[in-house]
């Protein structure tokens, strides 16, 4: 099972090309701070700016770096079926431990296309696979009910769910049942998630202080309930100032103020708002990350 914090990581990018030794240091201190696994080319990572090149690469070198230390989860999807495929392919060639795939972005499919599409996915890739649900950046919502039925499927083994619904998480968990990984999609819904029953978080907040989102699932399931408050409440303005734009706009400029990457990013994402990165440069004063 596929638990705890894992980290949606960025792809640091220096010149207009990845920045493949600020990629392997982001990596190894994420393992060093106590995250619990690393998702390469997600939303986070830039995924849909990368190259199928770069794309690739960036799953390889996350694999290395891992060095099974903890599980890498590529991200894999696309509103192609057909491309869907040959990156999952991928990612199992290169050693991925699973997939994060996307629900199908622009073309809506339906229900049953949905069911179709990760079917036709795990039917060809034994590679466990995570669905990522998350209507605001696809246009479609899939529904508990498709959600169970893929999951009666060997190799479709979670889901991060970003609906924003607690709702539909607490559906998804009883539905699914015991064995199924639901994995929150939203940084400040994980302690919520956890208390429904809940596996962990695929974070972006965890790029940033990943000792914290560690130790607030960790003390969770440790059952210091008071411990996992503090933190949460403690994360909360920086999750906040995280998402005062797109994603990942904010992370990568917060790393870029930690002096971790270089200040890039690939259009159509663009430099903050100077209100914005002045608001997010004091969440990260009061934090102590930064002078």
């Known amino acids: 099972m596929f638990q705890g914090a894992i980290v949606a990581i960025v792809t640091p990018f220096r010149n207009g090309k990845v920045d493949e030794e600020a990629l392997r240091r982001l990596i190894e201190e994420q393992i060093v701070a106590g995250t619990d696994g690393i998702v390469p080319c997600g939303t986070t990572g830039e995924s849909t700016t990368l190259s ?3 794309h690739d690469r960036v799953i390889e070198i996350t694999v290395d770096a891992a060095k099974k230390r903890v599980p890498v989860i590529a991200g894999t999807g696309s509103n ?5 495929l040959r990156l999952t392919k991928h990612a199992m060639k290169a050693g991925a431990d699973a997939a994060l795939v996307v629900c199908p972005y622009y073309n809506k499919p339906t229900q049953e296309g949905l069911f179709l599409h990760y079917k036709a996915i795990a039917d060809e890739v034994p590679i466990p696979i995570i669905i990522y649900n998350i209507q605001g950046r696809t246009g479609v919502n899939m529904s508990t009910e498709t959600l169970a039925r893929l999951a009666d499927i060997p190799n479709i083994v979670g889901v991060k769910e970003a609906s924003g619904s607690l709702k539909q998480m607490s559906d998804a968990i009883r539905l ?9 999609g939203d940084d400040i819904f994980t ?4 208390a429904l029953g809940g596996h962990g978080v695929i974070s972006v907040i965890s790029n940033v202080v990943p000792q914290d989102m560690a130790a607030m699932v960790d003390a969770f399931t440790a059952g210091d309930l008071a411990k996992a408050r ?3 409440h403690r994360m909360s303005p920086l ?3 995280l ?3 797109t994603n990942p706009i904010p992370v990568k400029t917060a790393l870029a103020m930690m002096g971790k990457i270089d200040y890039e990013l690939r259009l159509p994402l663009c430099r903050m708002a100077e209100k914005n990165e ?3 440069r004091k969440a990260m004063q009061d934090y102590g990350l930064i002078g």
């Open 176 to 184: 699914c049942g015991p064995d199924f990984s639901v994995l929150s």
């Open 80 to 84: 192609s079926t057909a491309e869907a």
């Open 239 to 241: 999750i906040d100032a």
């Open 278 to 280: 002045a608001a997010l």
């Open 230 to 232: 503090v933190l949460h």
């Open 52 to 54: 199928h090149e770069e």
């Open 191 to 194: 302690l919520g998630l956890l």
């Open 243 to 245: 998402f005062i734009e």
